[in-house]
T-cell receptor
């Protein structure tokens, strides 16, 4: 009955590797997001997709590439991982892109780059 | 530009005591305001939100928040704290009529509950 799920929950990898985080929502929402929460707990949006189309792309290195195969999935692929990429990455979804929509967050993926 | 300030980095209250977490925002028009809770090792959960109407908003888990335009504040309150409320609390502000993901989050307030 999970609303927004992410895999894996924990990810430890070495610098230079490529990794992916998967996200799925079963809420029937049209809009999905990726957020990054750094070590100081500051939460910042990275990407947003609406009906599989990219609508927000904040200042994020192009090593990060989101992929939305369908409305229910938004995966995040990261190339050439760096130490500074260590953070908790949250996937989220909402019914629509309007600011009045509730945003539902996944449990997060804690990425540690060594 | 929109911004959110949570003045208290860490608050400790005794179980059963009342709680108020402060949030101040900066935004040119009427904002959308949110409070989220993040329990240890867990994801974010929306507690409540405000975007129009009654300025006193009721949320889940017995929380409420009051929007005060004159003070640019949206403080979160709970009359009696339970040990399970220990968590990180985030206030967020979003511009109306734009993508919900454009919300700006505060730095968070860590709540510790003493037995």
């Amino acid at each position: 009955d999970t609303a927004v799920s992410q895999t894996p929950k924990y990810l430890v990898t070495q610098m230079g590797n490529d990794k992916s985080i998967k996200c799925e929502q079963n809420l029937g929402h049209d809009t999905m997001y990726w957020y990054k929460q750094d070590s100081k707990k500051f939460l910042k949006i990275m990407f947003s997709y609406n009906n599989k189309e990219l609508i927000i792309n904040e200042t994020v290195p192009n090593r990060f590439s989101p992929k939305s195969p369908d409305k229910a999935h938004l995966n995040l692929h990261i190339n050439s991982l760096e130490l500074g990429d260590s953070a908790v990455y949250f996937c989220a979804s909402s019914q629509g892109a309007s600011g009045s929509n509730w945003v539902y967050f996944g449990p997060g993926t804690r990425l540690t780059v060594t | 530009a929109q911004s959110v300030t949570q003045p208290d980095i860490h608050i400790t209250v005794s179980e059963g005591a009342s709680l108020e977490l402060r949030c101040n925002y900066s935004y040119g028009a009427t904002p959308y305001l949110f409070w989220y809770v993040q329990s240890p090792g867990q994801g974010l959960q929306l507690l409540l939100k405000y975007f129009s109407g009654d300025t006193l908003v009721q949320g889940i888990k017995g929380f409420e928040a009051e929007f005060k335009r004159s003070q640019s504040s949206f403080n979160l309150r709970k009359p009696s704290v339970h040990w399970s409320d220990a968590a990180e609390y985030f206030c967020a502000v979003g511009p109306s009529n734009t993508n919900a993901g454009k919300s700006t989050f505060g730095d968070g307030t860590t709540l510790t509950v003493k037995p």
